[in-house]
T-cell receptor
Framework: KQEVTQIPAALSVPEGENLVLNCSFTDSAIYNLQWFRQDPGKGLTSLLLIQSSQREQTSGRLNASLDKSSGRSTLYIAASQPGDSATYLC????????????FGSGTRLLVRP | SQTIHQWPATLVQPVGSPLSLECTVEGTSNPNLYWYRQAAGRGLQLLFYSVGIGQISSEVPQNLSASRPQDRQFILSSKKLLLSDSGFYLC?????????????FGPGTRLTVL
């Protein structure tokens, strides 16, 4: 059974710092991996999607890497801003007909001005 | 462009009352549709998914049911709500017409059962 773990559970950093969020999964047979952002009381915003054949994806100040063989992904946020404060969720897509997502419990990020 | 709608945004219901949450997707056809629940202090859990009209798969045994009466409409229901049904319910759809098969989420419905 696939399990997704995110470390740390919470993170507080001063504005401008570069930071790394970690995600690990137990079964490397995944279709893809997505990183999401969730603001309090809101839905999920897709940030980056990495196919299982890819190593990384970049969007603006965000860079996500994937090492499928070791079951790890990292989300790198450069030059963090207070507006980056949110919960970041990692999810892997199962390789079956449902393509359902298995989520980690998230990292709650606070960027202090 | 594609958009996904959920309503209501918030709902407070007494224990034992019925439930109907609706999700509709615009701008695409024949999407995979999903219902997830996010309970307080817990991660997101898949409840149901559908690959087509009338085709529903349940992931966990529970007090809820789902239906897909139209291609882009997904409904979550219950005949009698339990306290444990409280949570944040999110509908999602999976892109078919792109290379990367990304999932997108609606704004969610906050359900409180008292």
């Amino acid at each position: 059974k696939q399990e997704v773990t995110q470390i740390p559970a919470a993170l507080s950093v001063p504005e401008g710092e570069n930071l790394v969020l970690n995600c690990s999964f137990t079964d490397s047979a995944i279709y893809n991996l997505q990183w999401f952002r969730q603001d309090p009381g809101k839905g999920l915003t897709s940030l980056l999607l990495i196919q299982s054949s890819q190593r990384e994806q970049t969007s603006g100040r965000l860079n996500a890497s994937l090492d499928k063989s070791s079951g790890r992904s990292t989300l790198y946020i450069a030059a963090s801003q207070p507006g980056d404060s949110a919960t970041y969720l990692c999810a892997v897509s199962e390789m079956d007909s449902s393509y359902k997502l298995i989520f980690g419990s998230g990292t709650r990020l606070l960027v202090r001005p | 462009s594609q958009t996904i709608h959920q309503w209501p945004a918030t709902l407070v219901q007494p224990v034992g009352s019925p439930l109907s949450l609706e999700c509709t997707v615009e701008g695409t056809s024949n999407p995979n549709l999903y219902w997830y629940r996010q309970a307080a202090g817990r991660g997101l859990q898949l409840l149901f998914y559908s690959v087509g009209i009338g085709q529903i798969s349940s992931e966990v045994p529970q007090n809820l049911s789902a239906s897909r009466p139209q291609d882009r409409q997904f409904i979550l229901s219950s005949k009698k709500l339990l306290l444990s049904d409280s949570g944040f319910y999110l509908c999602a759809w999976r892109v078919w017409d792109r290379e990367f098969n990304e999932q997108f989420f609606g704004p969610g419905t906050r359900l409180t059962v008292l």
